[in-house]
Protein backbone atom coordinates (compact mmCIF):
# COMPACT_ATOMS: atom_id res chain seq x y z
CA UNK A 1 0.00 0.00 0.00
CA UNK A 2 1.22 3.61 -0.74
CA UNK A 3 0.11 6.92 1.16
CA UNK A 4 0.09 9.61 -2.02
CA UNK A 5 0.27 13.41 -0.28
CA UNK A 6 -0.70 15.60 -3.50
CA UNK A 7 0.20 19.52 -2.97
CA UNK A 8 -2.27 21.30 -5.11
CA UNK A 9 -3.48 24.73 -5.78
CA UNK A 10 -6.70 25.24 -4.34
CA UNK A 11 -9.27 26.08 -7.07
CA UNK A 12 -8.33 22.62 -8.64
CA UNK A 13 -9.48 20.57 -5.34
CA UNK A 14 -13.61 20.16 -7.36
CA UNK A 15 -11.49 18.53 -10.22
CA UNK A 16 -9.20 16.35 -8.60
CA UNK A 17 -11.82 14.97 -6.28
CA UNK A 18 -14.02 14.18 -9.33
CA UNK A 19 -11.44 12.82 -11.42
CA UNK A 20 -10.51 10.45 -8.08
CA UNK A 21 -14.01 9.67 -8.02
CA UNK A 22 -14.91 8.79 -11.54
CA UNK A 23 -11.65 6.06 -11.35
CA UNK A 24 -13.34 4.54 -8.09
CA UNK A 25 -11.20 6.51 -5.20
CA UNK A 26 -13.54 6.90 -2.52
CA UNK A 27 -11.18 7.75 0.64
CA UNK A 28 -9.50 11.14 0.76
CA UNK A 29 -8.25 13.57 3.67
CA UNK A 30 -8.21 17.12 2.79
CA UNK A 31 -5.86 19.91 4.25
CA UNK A 32 -5.51 23.56 3.32
CA UNK A 33 -2.13 24.48 4.04
CA UNK A 34 0.11 27.18 3.47
CA UNK A 35 3.84 26.85 1.65
CA UNK A 36 6.20 27.64 -1.20
CA UNK A 37 8.45 26.06 -3.22
CA UNK A 38 10.02 27.74 -6.55
CA UNK A 39 7.10 30.11 -6.66
CA UNK A 40 8.59 32.08 -3.28
CA UNK A 41 5.30 33.93 -2.49
CA UNK A 42 4.87 37.23 -4.28
CA UNK A 43 4.52 40.95 -2.85
CA UNK A 44 1.07 42.58 -2.52
CA UNK A 45 -0.10 46.43 -1.64
CA UNK A 46 -2.39 47.24 1.30
CA UNK A 47 -3.31 50.49 2.32
CA UNK A 48 -0.38 51.57 0.34
CA UNK A 49 2.22 49.97 2.65
CA UNK A 50 4.19 46.89 0.67
CA UNK A 51 4.10 43.58 2.45
CA UNK A 52 5.40 39.41 1.37
CA UNK A 53 3.39 36.77 1.12
CA UNK A 54 5.66 34.21 1.66
CA UNK A 55 2.92 31.49 2.18
CA UNK A 56 0.73 30.84 -0.28
CA UNK A 57 -2.37 29.09 0.17
CA UNK A 58 -2.48 25.17 -1.04
CA UNK A 59 -4.73 22.15 -0.44
CA UNK A 60 -2.92 18.74 1.16
CA UNK A 61 -4.54 15.81 -0.70
CA UNK A 62 -3.58 12.31 0.70
CA UNK A 63 -4.86 8.79 -0.32
CA UNK A 64 -4.06 5.64 0.95
CA UNK A 65 -4.18 2.82 -2.19
CA UNK A 66 -3.22 -0.41 -3.17
CA UNK A 67 -0.19 -0.82 -4.91
CA UNK A 68 -1.48 -1.59 -8.36
CA UNK A 69 -3.53 2.04 -8.44
CA UNK A 70 -0.48 3.89 -7.34
CA UNK A 71 0.67 4.46 -11.13
CA UNK A 72 -3.23 5.41 -12.45
CA UNK A 73 -3.38 7.62 -8.68
CA UNK A 74 -1.08 9.96 -9.87
CA UNK A 75 -2.20 10.03 -13.63
CA UNK A 76 -5.45 11.40 -12.58
CA UNK A 77 -4.22 13.68 -10.21
CA UNK A 78 -1.68 15.17 -12.24
CA UNK A 79 -4.01 15.64 -15.54
CA UNK A 80 -6.72 17.28 -13.12
CA UNK A 81 -4.52 19.01 -11.12
CA UNK A 82 -2.01 20.75 -14.29
CA UNK A 83 -2.19 24.27 -15.01
CA UNK A 84 1.11 24.79 -16.55
CA UNK A 85 2.26 27.39 -14.45
CA UNK A 86 4.45 27.66 -11.80
CA UNK A 87 2.94 26.21 -8.38
CA UNK A 88 0.74 23.65 -9.60
CA UNK A 89 2.42 21.22 -7.00
CA UNK A 90 3.28 18.02 -6.03
CA UNK A 91 2.42 14.41 -5.19
CA UNK A 92 4.80 12.36 -2.86
CA UNK A 93 4.55 8.70 -2.46
CA UNK A 94 5.03 7.05 0.38
CA UNK A 95 4.79 3.35 1.54
CA UNK A 96 2.48 2.57 4.22
CA UNK A 97 3.39 -0.32 6.30
CA UNK A 98 -0.51 -1.13 7.68
CA UNK A 99 -3.65 0.27 7.86
CA UNK A 100 -6.29 -0.65 10.90
CA UNK A 101 -10.17 0.06 10.93
CA UNK A 102 -10.98 1.16 14.31
CA UNK A 103 -14.32 0.30 13.73
CA UNK A 104 -14.31 -2.94 12.50
CA UNK A 105 -10.58 -4.23 13.11
CA UNK A 106 -10.27 -4.72 9.96
CA UNK A 107 -6.34 -4.77 8.72
CA UNK A 108 -4.10 -4.12 5.63
CA UNK A 109 -5.66 -3.51 2.26
CA UNK A 110 -9.11 -4.95 3.50
CA UNK A 111 -9.24 -1.40 5.45
CA UNK A 112 -8.40 0.89 3.05
Known amino acids: MKLLTAIIK ?5 EVK ?3 NEIGIQG ?4 EVKGFGRQKGHTELYRGAEYVVD ?3 KIKMEIVVKDEMVHKVIETIENAAKTG ?8 VTTV ?3 VRIRTGERGEEAI
Do not use: Q, S, Y
Open 18 to 20: DAL
Open 28 to 31: ITVT
Open 97 to 99: EEV
Open 85 to 92: RIGDGKIF
Open 55 to 57: FLP
Open 10 to 14: PFKLD
